[in-house]
């Protein structure tokens, strides 16, 4: 299969702290893969890099064979690499349609031009983005509240909200960093079959943060494993449940 995201020996330092250290990943298109560790590990650290968040002092980041570790994170989305955050940043005055309605691409509205001399086509493209998510907050359990200003939700409803929110940016590939903390059980089975479907039926990449174990077991195709800001290891999640180094990351020797 064709590799989609590739990280090959990434470094980043904070002062005398080195937060990932020589760590490369290569996710396949079309793959769900899980990143895990713990805490500390660096997996965090490496998802601001992948996304342009911070600037690795070494290594590259290559994302459809292009280099993107120059980039700025907006550049980043625009290629189709999106991500989502282990803090949910929803605006939190606004209502959850409104939080929607900001994240497509290339709206016309947004152009001076377009809205003089075209405003039918400004139309036609609110009522298509209208429409886009409104399905999306019905297939992630939201629609219900679509009116309802953001900082009402419950913790599991605003990482449901951040992952919709993301594909109204039209991406090829999701980093998801713990989009089921706080999470009830319902929620984290219903947004572990949108993922599946998603990949399923739109050809959708994923690489997860995790650290509901079962998320990632059950859901994943590949798992690679950091600690100490070094990837551990790789391999299916048969073969990482097994492996003594990873045992001894979390449990200890």
């Given at each position: ?12 330092d904070f ?98 031009g377009y ?67 706080g999470a ?70």
């Open positions: 299969m064709t590799i989609l995201l590739e990280a090959k020996e990434v470094v980043k002062g005398g702290l080195r937060a990932v250290d020589h760590c490369s990943i290569a996710v396949e298109r079309g793959s769900i893969c899980g990143l895990i560790g713990p805490n500390g590990a660096g997996k965090t650290t490496l998802f601001d890099l992948l996304t342009g968040f911070y600037k690795p002092n070494s290594g590259t980041v290559l994302f459809k064979d292009k280099r993107i570790d120059a980039l700025e994170p907006h550049q980043i989305c625009l290629q189709g690499l999106v991500r989502t955050f282990q803090i949910a940043r929803e605006l939190k005055n606004m209502t959850l349609l409104e939080n929607m309605l900001l994240a497509p691409k290339g709206q016309y509205g947004e152009h001076l809205s003089i001399a075209r405003p039918p086509k400004v139309l036609a493209r609110e009522r298509e983005n209208l429409d886009r998510a409104l399905g999306i907050l019905e297939i992630v359990g939201l629609n219900h509240l679509k009116n309802e200003a953001a900082v009402n939700l419950s913790g599991g409803q605003r990482k449901m909200l951040e992952v919709a929110r993301a594909l109204m940016t039209d991406p090829e590939m999701l980093l998801l960093d713990e989009p089921t903390a009830t059980f319902e929620e984290t089975r219903k947004l572990m079959s949108y993922i599946e479907d998603l990949r399923k039926d739109h050809g959708l990449t994923f690489l997860i943060v995790e650290h509901k174990m079962e998320v990632i077991m059950n859901l994943c195709d590949r798992i690679f494993v950091m600690n100490n800001g070094r990837k551990l290891t790789e391999g299916t999640p048969r073969e990482v449940q097994r492996n003594p180094q990873v045992i001894e990351a979390y449990l200890g020797a």
